[in-house]
């Protein structure tokens, strides 16, 4: 069983900065690929980011240029850097990883940012 924890979601303002990370309860580079998801209060969880095995980063369309994912193996941990937050990434941030078929989740943390 794959445990994913999630920290670092928060209050901030509109502007500001967060960093999330998501610590793995084994090697990170034994799935096919981690990500970032997140659900606000009404709306389907959506991909935020996520990067791949060989390193491939993938970001949706609304937070490009601002959020950045990255990893690192020995910490087996994934991070998403939150830059130039808006009220409209207000939501609960969940962890992926996919493993061939499967996939885990982590239990998400609560970004909010006003304006």
């Known amino acids: 069983q794959v445990q994913l924890v999630e920290s670092g979601g928060g209050l901030v303002q509109a502007g500001g900065s967060l960093r999330l990370s998501c610590t793995a309860s084994?090697?990170?580079?034994?799935?096919?690929?981690m990500g970032w998801y997140r659900q606000a209060p009404g709306k389907e969880r959506e991909l935020v980011a996520d990067i791949s095995s060989g390193d491939s980063t993938n970001y949706a369309d609304s937070v490009k240029g601002r959020f950045t994912i990255s990893r690192n193996g020995a910490k087996n941990t994934v991070y998403l850097q939150m830059n130039s937050l808006k009220p409209e990434d207000t939501a609960v941030y969940y962890c992926?990883?996919?493993?061939w078929g499967s996939g885990y989740w982590g239990q998400g943390t609560q970004v909010t940012v006003s304006s």
């Open positions: 992926n990883a996919k493993y």
């Open positions: 084994r090697t990170i580079f034994s799935f096919n690929a």
